[in-house]
């Protein structure tokens, strides 16, 4: 059984840095991609970046230039490393498996239970 577990979040002030990261056991690590997403209240869950099977990573707009998505294939970790931290970044942060290994890294099959940043001003 796939399963993913994040830490690493909680209360930090604006203009900090965060690195949440997820360990995952029980699939094979290094074959699927794999992603970061954040839901705050009052708004609808979004991605904030994956990261493919052979390491290259994309970021969506409100995170790109301050963020790193990267993996620790050693140890199957997959990390958010996060700079500059804004009040907006306040959210849930889950990291998300791809349902099938193989696919193009939109479909997410396997989910973390989530980790809580709160970004105060």
């Known amino acids: 059984q796939a399963l993913l577990v994040e830490s690493g979040g909680g209360s930090l002030p604006a203009g900090g840095s965060m690195r949440p990261s997820c360990a995952t056991s029980?699939?094979?690590?290094?074959?699927?991609?794999l992603a970061w997403f954040r839901q705050a209240l009052v708004k609808e869950r979004e991605k904030v970046g994956d990261i493919t099977a052979d390491g290259e990573s994309t970021y969506t707009d409100p995170v790109k230039g301050r963020s790193t998505i990267y993996k620790d294939n050693a140890n199957n970790t997959l990390y958010l490393e996060m700079h500059s931290v804004k009040p907006e970044d306040t959210a849930m942060y889950y990291c998300a498996r791809e349902e099938a290994a193989g696919g193009t890294c939109d479909l997410w099959g396997i989910w973390g239970q989530g980790t809580q940043v709160t970004v105060s001003s």
């Open positions: 029980g699939y094979t690590f290094r074959i699927y991609c």
